[in-house]
């Protein structure tokens, strides 16, 4: 059965930082590239940052470009997103999303996580 497992999440005041981890089991981890999506209060979902298999290529949306980074330790079945400067636009629910492929492919998920909550507030 596959599983993803995000954890990380939590309260924190804006300019401050986070590490989300996703732990993936049930699959050959490092035969797909994963990825991060994230819904804010009332909003629809919003891709974040993809990485490839092997961590060769990554990619990330362009509003998010410069604070956030996306890693992946191939050896511990584990996704990580480093996310830096916290701004109050950043509370959602992060959710890891499992590739059909060994490359990126925006919406192509076939897996998900329950998500972790991220609040930025003071």
């Known amino acids: 059965e596959v599983q993803l497992v995000e954890s990380g999440g939590g309260l924190v005041q804006p300019g401050g930082s986070l590490k989300l981890s996703c732990a993936a089991s049930?699959?050959?981890?490092?035969?797909?590239?994963i990825s991060w999506v994230r819904q804010a209060p009332g909003k629809g979902l919003e891709w974040v940052s993809g990485?490839?298999?092997?961590?060769?290529?990554?990619y990330y949306a362009e509003s998010m470009r410069g604070r956030f980074t996306i890693s992946r330790d191939n050896a511990k079945n584990t996704l990580y997103l480093q996310i830096d400067n916290l701004k109050s636009e950043d509370t959602a629910v992060y959710y890891c999303?499992?590739?059909?492929?060994?490359?990126?492919?925006?919406?192509?998920?076939?897996?998900w996580g329950q998500g972790t909550q991220v609040t930025v507030s003071s």
């Open positions: 999303a499992k590739d059909q492929t060994r490359s990126v492919v925006w919406g192509g998920y076939d897996f």
């Open positions: 049930g699959f050959t981890f490092d035969a797909y590239a």
């Open positions: 990485i490839s298999w092997n961590a060769g290529s990554t």
